[in-house]
Nanobody, 123 residues
């Protein structure tokens, strides 16, 4: 497993932007598939975005065109750029890492998790 630490959450008005960051304890993000999940109060955790080691990406339909997952030049950093934020995006966002090389959307494949960062979209 790898230790993951998220940052960048906060309070933003509807239509605003935030960039979440996730740092890993070792060079990991360029080797395995990684992703961002979120969990809103009273709802199940859902996969927001995922990226494979070969840069294949997949997004939750409701965030496609608004969110972008990417790796930093330092290969132990993962980002989630979130634009045009809406109140329905309010949730705790988690960085997660799998031991898979290819793209995966199965939560069971993600063995390492960060502690989460709160994103609140409200006027």
């Amino acid at each position: 497993q790898v230790q993951l630490v998220e940052s960048g959450g906060g309070l933003v008005q509807p239509g605003g932007s935030l960039r979440l960051s996730c740092s890993a304890s070792r060079l990991f993000f360029s080797v395995f598939a990684v992703g961002w999940y979120r969990q809103a109060p009273g709802k199940q955790r859902e996969l927001v975005a995922t990226i494979s080691s070969g840069d294949v990406v997949d997004y939750l339909p409701s965030v496609k065109g608004r969110f972008t997952i990417s790796r930093g030049n330092a290969k132990n950093i993962l980002y989630l750029q979130m634009n045009s934020l809406q109140p329905d995006d309010t949730a705790v966002y988690y960085c997660a890492a799998s031991a898979k090389v290819l793209l995966t959307t199965s939560e069971a494949d993600f063995a390492s998790w960060g502690q989460g960062t709160q994103v609140t979209v409200s006027s």
